[in-house]
């Protein structure tokens, strides 16, 4: 039972162990749930709803279904989570039940149910049925890295944020002044000049409410001017710190990986911190074409995990964990002159050719390894032109 | 006397001492502020206006009250500044009523006892109440700090501001030109087509005003192009001087702090300067649950200031000044397995666990002295997975 | 037969050996291209198509049998690129057939074939002749540089249009569910409501829908202000990416032809890093004026291909390969002195002023070395003002 | 003569020696020209143009007169240019004469003189008016700026552009395609559908035109989604490259000034480089007051030329080139106790107080020198907190 609760764990569990079984599950939910998006988007467009109804219908069921048996199967098996979070048969389910994505996952299928008892205001229904997308959250990890960029930047984002609503409390307020008598409709209220100010602050700028007196206009347009300037800031911070924050995950997940590359392990740390931040990470799955004969030489690949097949003419190799290949095609120009094909499941470390190149040139001795491993393998093949 | 005006002082001036009476009024004026501009802004809405009349007055009463009673304790017990700018009875106190934040002050209740005495236009009146956002001011720092990047960048920005006015200008002046006899009403002088120009070059675009003529368009369209790009530069001078300023500030004061941490007292000041980047300050109440057991393993914290019990099953163990928690989780990389409790008014030096991973990766120093007190607190435990 | 075939891949292959009627080559093909998107463009308006018909049809089967001719030599001569990508007479070509600069040019004539035996919509057509400005693509590299990009910055990219397309599904349906009694034919239905939040979230705010309930409008505008920073993201992460990417593809040049200036030779592989960072390729063809005497001493020439004539009052002088130029005016703060002419085609290394001052100040070896070459030049010339 | 003349020079050249004449002049001078283009732009509001008729013609009359008198002066000193680029009585003179801000000058009141003896059309004239706003260039040098992003950054905003044209072309194309029937005055050919295609890239989004099929809405919303990315592109491009270029401005003007520095001498030049980057440039003219007693203990003052009287209650102390002053608040932490004046015109060199601290923590040489000096400072005046 606690074998087939543990595979059970890692087939619904994202970032779990990665299986075709589970890599299979992921696809199929990630796909109901934007099916599921597509759907509700659909159904609100009134010569679709009639059309479709019976199968719109059916699909909610059994969308509903997968959801709570999906659910279901998460709170069974959350006690096998390796970090041993909520490794407790009763209180660790129960913690697990009020974490924000298995909040999301009841938030998901529970208002069908209710709504099957209770008579709610559809189209409240429908708007719920939309976070659904949320769902999605447990497979991008996109959102995550968005609340940690909240995070770090909160400091300038609530100066930033201070700054805007002073200056659109302030502006309406003067602009509610000079045009409440010239368009007591439209500026009637600190409130509507705020619509106003909102719409011209972030220059969306949709007309329908515009200053007319003169002098309107030139603190409209003057004070606009430096609010534009303001309403810039939060938008610059988030997005400096969310590339940021991308790129430092990455890099985190690298840096542990790229001490393990042998050709590596006579450098400091400092040296290994800037090669992690040239190389990224990539998958093949068994049997995928990792390099295409005839292709550009692009790209140098360090084998982290997993077996690959140099298909080379006098028949194939293997190559596993800890070895690289596709330098030759960069130390001597030219395109890719055999396939590699991955044999399992491989993790490589990729190496563009020019950091690769530039690589070599500041560290002689790398670039001398290399060159006697360029020297063997072309020796060993006879042809340089017919290696990697 | 001058022991209650020194106690006076320490509460009413944000950033002084900070005792839970201090910080209680901090927050009550911040409250009293943000509620006085909710309320500005609501009775311009007149079906309020009617229905809370006699709120909104007594409601407008308690708070010049309270600002009346704020300003006069702020100018009697400024001369308890600890840096001695305001010391003399007289001419301290006259100093400290014409520096800004006190002349805010003085506005934000003014207006109300001279409308008293004399009719004023109840709008303008209205508007000027609206300035009370400004006392919020001393609670954010963000404007001091907007300053900052204005007196900084001041040299970009005005060359930013020389170029944008230039292309304004005459791109209006072209417009005027083309446009004027096709739309007299809209492009009939300079000043109208600039009206047109500000709307466009911000991308505000209401679209009240637009050129017709097929050169009109042309012109507008291209000229156009070339100042979108140019009216960029203002505000992205400012994002970029912003968020430095923001983290500067942060910065220094970090820096002051880390050189203070006795395991980084045998780093140079550049490695200091690097560490200080990547730690951040945090403060706990009382009483205050700074770890909770169970949770992600993801970050250290240095105590500066006041101490903190750990409850470990063995009984609650108190760490205090100097002393670091939270580094057990992250070597062995296991969720929270206690509770850390602030038992005073505590400060914090917070390191994310993977800057810290990054750290000792760089400094096999630190890593040796780090796992020996690892070592030793495991065994003083006994069971590892029990510590912090 | 081969020589001709080679000859003819220099002509009409970009980025190949450049001689003079390459580059007439490549400047007729794109004044072709660009007056081929000004006709289509101005087709349509029907006033100049009634016009100009007889002209517009010359031109547009003149242009077609140039786009024809080019795609059959092409295909012929593609068997003679230096890389061998394409060596086999049949396979090779149709390899080059499919590959996408070959597929835009074959669309950029194949359609008016089918149009003379087919009966197709004209105005589809011209949509499709449109596609040659694609054609450009060949010649200016941008598109691959955003390839690029796009490739690079894919995680933080994914991440934003994530977050992005859930915004705008919630925020519709939220809108969706607020407004569609008070506007049933504008926000009807989430697809209607989802143009509303494009044009919003986008800050185009065309202004044909907008909220009208008290409710929607507070909605729109708070949400809108969340959205706004979530659709600058993308903006943000792309514009860094692509100016990183230009200018990494200008250095990995520019570093390979660093190392074969004399000058710096005996400088490190992280020293020739940073003046690499420096400098910028600058060609000259022959007879071009590289220095006009009288102008600013802006900056300073080294020779990587070519001969340069020096101008001097005793009679010219020529510079060659590795040879520097320039630096005299800088040394002395003088303007140029003499007009330097390209013998022959040329590249250079240009480095500005204020780098060159910076670069002696960092290296007193280099700036040892400048001076002495400086002092023979000034010495053999007689004159230090009537030097370079 | 050629005294005077050289006396003129200095005057009317910006960026000549500087006096108090030349200031004045130079001041007289941007007055003159911005209040030229406020009288150009209110002239055009008819109501204001007949009341004011009278003066404006005679202000007219006057600034043309100094406009050519300025011109004249120029011409006829231009000779006396230090850097002798128009040494000759006559080749020089009309060297000058053709520079860019001499046909701006020239610009400035020619048309004047045509207007009396042709009939020219009045409002054309005034468009070309406003052309003497480019007279600013010279005072405030960010045109040259500007043109030197444009010139540095001018491979990646071609690259942008190509990419925005290809997009609007191909976008405007397929609009017209799909919204011609349905809107055939909006979208009636190519160039129309680019008039939207301006106004949506851009997002000015004026509103005037809007596709209102379906089809073209989806093709509007996602395709302008790609397209926003790409017309932030060059904005971005421009805004970083101009920021950086404004400070490198700096930055060269300074690192020449902190070699000079006694100091900094014993520093490397790399150790200035980055000194240099935290300094910034002040002036001070004489009588000026650089430091107030009692204001915040801010920054470090190195005079760079000039001397500054120091008013300590034993007397004043005059400090001179090389010397620093106001770092004794900054070492402990004071605000300003003395008033210190320029006696000549000065420059110093700025540091904020918190990069003086920051340097004092990573140059422990700088800070042991610097305490030296202050305790001398503090001995010599007998109460520290009376010092500097």
Redesign the interface.
């Known amino acids: 039972m606690p074998m087939i609760r543990n595979r059970v764990f890692e087939i619904v569990e994202a970032g779990a162990k990665e299986t075709l079984l589970s890599r299979g599950f992921d696809i199929f939910m990630m796909g109901l749930i934007l099916t599921n998006?597509v759907v509700?988007?659909?159904e609100?467009?009134?010569s679709h709803a009639a059309r479709y109804e019976a199968f719109f219908y059916a699909f909610e069921v059994f969308s509903v279904a997968v959801f709570t048996v999906e659910y279901g199967l998460r709170i069974w098996s959350c006690v096998e989570d390796p970090?041993?979070?909520y490794i407790h048969p009763v209180t660790g389910r129960l913690?697990y039940a009020v974490s924000p994505l298995a909040v999301i996952d009841l938030l998901a299928f529970l208002p069908f149910y209710f709504s099957v008892f209770i008579d709610v205001d559809l189209?409240?229904l429908?708007?719920f049925r939309?976070?659904r997308?949320?769902k999605?959250t447990r497979y991008?990890?996109?959102?995550e890295?968005?609340g940690n960029v909240f995070r770090k930047?909160s400091?300038?984002l609530?100066?930033?944020i201070?700054?805007m609503?002073?200056i659109l409390?302030?502006l309406?307020?003067?602009m509610?002044?000079l045009e409440?008598d010239a368009q007591p409709e439209a500026f009637?209220?600190?409130?509507h000049a705020?619509?106003w100010g909102?719409?011209?602050l972030?220059?969306?700028?949709?007309?329908?409410v515009?200053p007319i007196t003169t002098l309107g206009?030139m603190v409209g347009?003057f004070v606009?001017?430096l609010g534009?300037?303001?309403?810039?800031?939060?938008?610059?911070?988030?997005?400096?710190g969310?590339?940021q924050e991308?790129?430092?995950r990455?890099f985190?997940v690298t840096?542990?990986l790229v001490a393990r590359v042998p050709l590596f392990s006579r450098l400091t740390?400092?040296e290994?911190?800037e090669i992690a931040e040239l190389l990224r990470l990539q998958t093949a799955m068994p049997g995928e074409t990792v390099i295409r004969k005839?292709d550009k030489e692009d790209s140098l690949f360090f084998i982290l995990v997993g077996q690959v097949e140099v298909g080379l003419d006098s028949g194939p190799v293997v190559l596993e964990r800890g070895e690289y290949f596709g330098e030759l095609g960069i130390l001597y120009k030219?395109?890719r002159m055999v396939t590699v094909t991955a044999k399992s499941s491989c993790q490589f470390l990729v190496l563009d050719a020019?950091d690769f190149?530039?690589l070599l040139?500041?560290h002689?001795d790398l670039h001398e390894e290399v060159m006697r491993v360029a020297a063997q393998r072309i020796e060993g093949e006879g042809i340089a032109g017919e290696n990697v």
């Open positions: 998006v509700v988007v659909t609100t467009v009134e970090r041993r979070r913690k189209r409240f429908r708007v939309l976070l997308i949320l999605l991008s990890g996109a959102i890295t968005l930047e400091k300038p609530f100066a930033a201070t700054i609503m002073s409390v302030l309406s307020g003067v509610f002044f409440k009637g209220s600190i409130p705020m619509w909102m719409a011209t972030t220059t969306v700028g949709y007309g329908d515009v206009k347009a606009t001017l534009l300037g303001m309403f810039a800031l939060p938008a610059a911070i988030l997005a400096s969310f590339a991308v790129k430092r990455d985190t840096w542990n740390a400092i290994i911190s005839g030219k395109p020019e190149n530039l040139a500041q002689p």
